[in-house]
């Protein structure tokens, strides 16, 4: 058991040991200092359906209303928001990583102690990179009017220990900037991307800003594309030999399109429509997608999961690219009444694809795996009952195998941080 998660108060965090090889945090106020215990945390779950055990969270907060996971290396970073009690109306935001592939956690730490609060939810969570000691963290707070505000960047030089506020991205504290990305290239820089309506002319526009002194200031903004979905979350990912791609939803039609750069960040274009579904929808799902680079052992095969509500088709879709996402494969359905839904890759032929379903009694949590590179998948299994709500889970590949996360909702129906390890 490490030092820094013997210290601290009385109330605050209770730490079960070991949990069929998980560690479970169960944190019971807002207090940083944290008490072991040696007993089986009550809500640690077992899911009768596949056996399968998995561990909660509120990392110190009342709930957790949005988190990011990255990792870098063999290292996982961990952020989430929430209020502090019942009452409040803004977001803390606690800081944890793993360097177990997520069985054991580092105690929490505040990010915003000091830096404006956090206005997020899930599908506009707060984001996260890293790369190596070097932390950069992203989310929207509340400017003049409700529900809508300027980005805050926060940085870190000491891997996640202490905090300072950076430049915002976008360069206009006045204005609104919603449903942020960032990544961490393979030099050290940082790559951000967000949805704003700078010159207030009713259109939402994706953006670009890259930042090479570890997220302190940011270059000059750019757009990448002036009119967008509003209110769906957008993805940056970066390829083995740094090249930068970013799944957006386009307007019309209301499918996902791919900005690419191939030097690292100076010039974008259009590669491609991730799922040509010809969507005509005159609104916003509030659902993005997910896009990941294959690996170092073939740095051009890309993996995306995206959502459609098209008449007779609607669904959740897995495609790759074996060109860098200048084209795609055949989409192929995951799931029956699939929805919020991610992918990571291990290497070219070890796959995982997870998403939320909706049921009769709530939604539940479903993943699966493809050892041929996305060919063929096994059949879906259920990580968690409908009674639970989980919804939106993220999924990471790491030497161990594969971390999923996502919320639900506790007896008390407020949030919880969930999260589950698998090979």
Known sequence: MTNDMQ???????????????????MIISCSPGPVLSMEVPENTTLNPANNTVYAKSTLGLYDISSFDVYVDKETIHLIASGKCVAHNKHGSIRYTRSEDGGRQWKSPVTVNESLPAALAS????????????????????????PTMGPMVSAYSADAGQTWKRGANPAMDNDGSQAHIDVVADWKGNFHAVWL????????????????????????????????????????????????????????????????????AGLTWRHASTVGDFQWK????????????????????????????????????????????????????????????????ARNRNAVAAIWNE????????????SEDGGTTWSVPKRLTEAKYSATQPKLVATKHGFLALWTEKNNQHSSELAWYVFE
């Open 281 to 344: 929808f005159e609104g916003c799902p509030h659902v993005g997608g997910a896009l990941k680079y294959a690996g170092t052992d073939n740095i051009a095969q890309l993996h995306s999961v995206v959502w459609t509500g098209i008449e007779d088709k609607s669904g959740l879709y897995h495609l790759s690219s074996n060109d860098n996402g200048q084209t795609w494969s055949i989409p192929r359905k995951l799931g029956s009444m699939a929805m919020h839904g991610d992918i990571a």
């Open 7 to 25: 210290s601290g108060r009385k109330h605050g965090l209770i730490v079960s040991l070991k949990v069929v090889c998980q560690i479970s945090l």
């Open 358 to 369: 909706m049921e009769p009694d709530g939604a539940s949590i479903f993943y699966t795996k």
């Open 196 to 263: 704003a309506d700078p010159n207030e002319n009713g259109y939402q526009g994706l953006h670009y800003a890259r930042s090479i002194d570890q997220g302190k200031q940011w270059s000059q903004p750019v757009t990448l594309d002036d009119s967008t979905c509003s209110c769906c979350w957008n993805t940056v990912t970066v390829s083995p030999d740094n090249k930068l791609a970013v799944l957006y939803r386009n307007t019309a039609p209301r499918d996902m399109s791919l900005a690419q750069s191939l030097d």
């Open 122 to 145: 899930r599908g506009n969570d707060v984001q996260l990179a890293a790369d190596g000691n070097h932390l950069v963290s992203l989310w929207q707070t509340e400017g003049e009017f």
